[in-house]
């Protein structure tokens, strides 16, 4: 693909999403709905526009990564905190039950090979953060009590997501699993998780005098996206995901974020954090969206054989287990059934992670096309499903103090 071809896919898409994004949000429907939309009519589902090639994958992973920056630096770690234990019960329901389910049906009921089967179970766990995320900020519910313990066991979903992954294709590749290997990884993680916050808040002074000495124009753009993609980076070489680098990034420079080793970033240079929002802002609403776009345009509704009474079977069975394994989820979480259904729906979502886990299955030969096909329908379906539901589900719920 030559330049040229790649800047007017690139304007399409851009000017796609704005357009889809708004016709939803005038039928009262979550923006993220309409880019995703945009996605699958460009893709290989109906137009054929979009091959998600290299270049696009890039702009869409610093589009997610943008927006778990912005998340970060918006969150009340305090109150992440209070909600800590609630979170660690919605994620690990939310890992065990999928993974069990879906192995035992896979394996019991349709017969499939324990491999296949515990790749199906693995596809199921991981909760697409970036789909939950974005619909909680488009009805603007990002800071209600739901939204803190959703985003802390989506986080956590995810780090266990990338472990299965990890140790899935180990026994593939190796015909074993390495103990040692696993348990490295989960040492890497931890420290990663301690460390990653202080790191970034050392920064602060550094941002400051930078922010009030500069000779030139957009010095804090540059510094916090040199920032994000370092953390980002280290985050690859530690073996989780780049997200939680950005993530990591944006709590520490958040408004409320105290550590003993440095006071909040207020403490440096009042309005620092707010200078910072309003500097990337711009860039946030610029590149968020083409991840969404993307990860329409990577669902393939044509490898589905709709006419195939079996995809129907394994289909509508994997897909309810799918959505009421991560219902059953809520149930941890204190308060009324509509806090827990809220709560158990936001995590519905598989998004951009069951999409990889489909890719890595297919090409080390676990999948064959009728599993891959199931696999897409479950993405499509759960992606499409939880934006228009939990709009409807968490009216009324209000902002944490």
Same mark, same amino acid.
């Given at each position: 693909?030559?330049?040229?071809?790649?800047?007017?896919?690139?304007?399409?898409?851009?000017?796609?999403?704005?357009?889809?994004?708004?016709?939803?949000?005038?039928?009262?429907?979550?923006?993220?709905?309409?880019?995703?939309?945009?996605?699958?009519?460009?893709?290989?589902?109906?137009?054929?526009?979009?091959?998600?090639?290299?270049?696009?994958?890039? $702009?869409?992973? !610093?589009?997610?990564? @943008? *927006?778990?920056?912005? %998340?970060?630096?918006?969150?009340? +770690?305090?109150q992440?905190? &209070?909600?800590g234990?609630?979170?660690?019960?919605?994620?690990?329901?939310?890992?065990?039950?999928?993974?069990?389910a879906?192995?035992?049906?896979?394996?019991?009921?349709?017969?499939?090979?324990?491999?296949?089967?515990?790749?199906?179970?693995?596809?199921?766990?991981?909760t697409?953060?970036?789909?939950?995320?974005?619909?909680?900020?488009?009805?603007?519910?990002h800071?209600?009590?739901?939204?803190?313990?959703?985003?802390?066991?989506?986080?956590?979903?995810?780090?266990?997501?990338?472990?299965?992954?990890?140790?899935?294709?180990?026994?593939?590749?190796?015909?074993?699993?390495?103990?040692?290997?696993?348990?490295?990884? $989960?040492?890497? !993680?931890?420290?990663? @998780? *301690?460390?990653?916050? %202080?790191i970034?808040?050392?920064l +602060?002074?550094?941002?400051? &005098?930078?922010?009030?000495?500069?000779?030139?124009?957009?010095?804090?753009?540059?510094?916090?996206?040199?920032?994000?993609?370092?953390?980002?980076?280290?985050?690859?070489?530690?073996?989780?995901?780049?997200?939680?680098?950005?993530?990591?990034?944006?709590?520490?420079?958040?408004?409320?974020?105290f550590?003993?080793?440095?006071?909040?970033?207020?403490?440096?240079?009042?309005?620092?954090?707010?200078?910072?929002?309003?500097?990337?802002?711009?860039?946030?609403?610029?590149?968020?969206?083409?991840?969404?776009?993307?990860?329409?345009?990577?669902?393939?509704?044509?490898?589905i054989?709709?006419?195939?009474?079996?995809?129907?079977?394994?289909?509508?069975?994997?897909?309810?287990?799918?959505?009421?394994?991560?219902?059953?989820?809520?149930?941890?979480?204190?308060?009324?059934?509509k806090?827990?259904?809220?709560?158990?729906?936001?995590?519905?979502?598989?998004?951009?992670?069951?999409?990889?886990?489909?890719?890595?299955?297919?090409?080390?030969?676990?999948?064959?096309?009728?599993?891959?096909?199931?696999?897409?329908?479950?993405?499509?379906?759960?992606?499409?499903?939880?934006?228009?539901?939990?709009?409807f589900?968490?009216?009324?719920?209000?902002?944490?103090?």
């Open positions: 693909m030559d330049v040229s071809e790649f800047f007017l896919k690139l304007v399409i898409i851009l000017i796609s999403a704005k357009f889809f994004a708004e016709m939803f949000a005038c039928l009262r429907l979550p923006s993220v709905l309409g880019e995703v939309a945009a996605g699958i009519i460009l893709g290989p589902s109906l137009l054929g526009f979009i091959k998600v090639d290299a270049f696009l994958y890039l $702009l869409a992973e !610093i589009g997610i990564l @943008l *927006l778990l920056f912005e %998340v970060g630096l918006e969150t009340d +770690v305090g992440v905190v &209070k909600v234990v609630q979170s660690f019960l919605v994620a690990i329901t939310g890992v065990l039950v999928p993974a069990v879906g192995f035992c049906i896979s394996n019991y009921i349709f017969h499939l090979s324990q491999i296949v089967s515990l790749f199906i179970g693995g596809t199921l766990v991981a697409s953060i970036g789909i939950t995320v974005r619909v909680l900020v488009d009805i603007k519910k800071q209600t009590k739901t939204a803190k313990i959703v985003l802390g066991a989506a986080v956590l979903d995810d780090i266990v997501g990338v472990v299965i992954l990890a140790i899935l294709y180990d026994f593939v590749v190796k015909g074993s699993v390495s103990l040692i290997d696993t348990a490295k990884i $989960l040492g890497f !993680i931890t420290a990663f @998780l *301690l460390i990653a916050p %202080v970034t808040k050392l +602060v002074p550094f941002i400051s &005098k930078a922010s009030l000495h500069s000779k030139t124009q957009g010095i804090i753009p540059t510094i916090m996206v040199s920032l994000i993609l370092a953390m980002a980076f280290i985050s690859h070489k530690v073996g989780v995901p780049g997200i939680l680098g950005s993530f990591a990034a944006g709590i520490a420079l958040a408004r409320r974020f550590l003993p080793l440095g006071s909040t970033i207020d403490h440096y240079s009042p309005g620092l954090a707010e200078k910072i929002e309003e500097n990337m802002k711009p860039i946030i609403n610029l590149f968020v969206p083409v991840f969404f776009v993307v990860v329409g345009a990577s669902i393939n509704l044509k490898v054989d709709f006419k195939s009474v079996t995809f129907w079977q394994m289909a509508g069975l994997l897909t309810f287990v799918a959505i009421i394994a991560k219902m059953m989820s809520g149930i941890w979480v204190k308060g009324g059934l806090t827990k259904l809220s709560t158990g729906i936001a995590m519905v979502p598989r998004g951009e992670v069951g999409l990889i886990f489909a890719e890595v299955g297919k090409k080390a030969g676990i999948f064959d096309d009728l599993i891959y096909a199931v696999i897409v329908f479950i993405v499509a379906l759960t992606t499409l499903f939880t934006p228009i539901v939990l709009r589900v968490m009216r009324g719920e209000e902002d944490l103090p």
